[in-house]
T-cell receptor, first 115, second 116 residues
Framework: GAVVSQHPSWVICKSGTSVKIECRSL??????MFWYRQFPKQSLMLMAT?????????EQGVEKDKFLINHASLTLSTLTVTSAHPEDSSFYIC???????????FGQGTRLTVV | AQSVAQPEDQVNVAEGNPLTVKCTYS??????LFWYVQYPNRGLQFLLK??????LVKGSYGFEAEFNKSQTSFHLKKPSALVSDSALYFC??????????????FGRGTSLIVHP
């Protein structure tokens, strides 16, 4: 089956620094990738949708200058949390959809802790 | 707008007993429906989906789900629960190409606890 690899699995950073999270589709080309944020015991909140080679579409309320998304190739999308603050601490999950597939496949998630 | 409701925050069941995790949906056009499972500090794993065809869909790990158009439901079921099934389960819906959003909407999740 399709595999999506997310790296790192967990990261601790100091307040004010930036953190980059990578999402790779290992055995398929992902024309669309999604970035989600999940709070404890809550559902996934869609942050943005990215299509290869174009600017990401952010959901309402998500700061595009704080959460930078780059989808430079059909197998890689990155989320950079800039000037991180403790309130950015969360579980971030990416998913990727192959071509015209009806389903998306998820990475294992990244636990971000900002201290 | 499309939406998903998982009315139970938590479902408790004894090992060996049948389990049901409920899901109802609202979407414009024909629905594509999905179930995912999430273990602690992990991403979501795909269990099964309904696109078209038989209303009873069989998926991974012995799970199945029944699509009921009149009740707009897609409940997840398993005949005999295992302790290892304990996890967080998410139902998701998206519209088909005829209308609505192709981006899936997720329910709030249901925590399944299977007791030995």
């Amino acid at each position: 089956g399709a595999v999506v690899s997310q790296h790192p699995s967990w990261v601790i950073c100091k307040s004010g620094t930036s953190v980059k999270i990578e999402c790779r589709s290992l055995d398929f080309q992902a024309t669309t990738m999604f970035w989600y944020r999940q709070f404890p015991k809550q559902s996934l909140m869609l942050m943005a949708t990215s299509n290869e080679g174009s600017k990401a579409t952010y959901e309402q309320g998500v700061e595009k200058d704080k959460f930078l998304i780059n989808h430079a190739s059909l197998t890689l999308s990155t989320l950079t949390v800039t000037s991180a603050h403790p309130e950015d601490s969360s579980f971030y999950i990416c998913s990727a959809r192959p071509g015209r597939s009806t389903e998306a496949f998820f990475g294992q998630g990244t636990r971000l802790t900002v201290v | 707008a499309q939406s998903v409701a998982q009315p139970e925050d938590q479902v408790n069941v004894a090992e060996g007993n049948p389990l049901t995790v409920k899901c109802t949906y609202s979407v414009s056009g024909n629905p594509y429906l999905f179930w995912y499972v999430q273990y602690p500090n992990r991403g979501l794993q795909f269990l099964l989906k309904y696109i078209t065809g038989d209303n009873l869909v069989k998926g991974s790990y012995g799970f199945e789900a029944e699509f009921n158009k009149s009740q707009t439901s897609f409940h997840l079921k398993k005949p005999s629960a295992l302790v290892s099934d304990s996890a967080l389960y998410f139902c998701a819906v998206r519209a088909d190409a005829s209308g609505g959003s192709y981006i899936p909407t997720f329910g709030r999740g249901t925590s399944l606890i299977v007791h030995p």
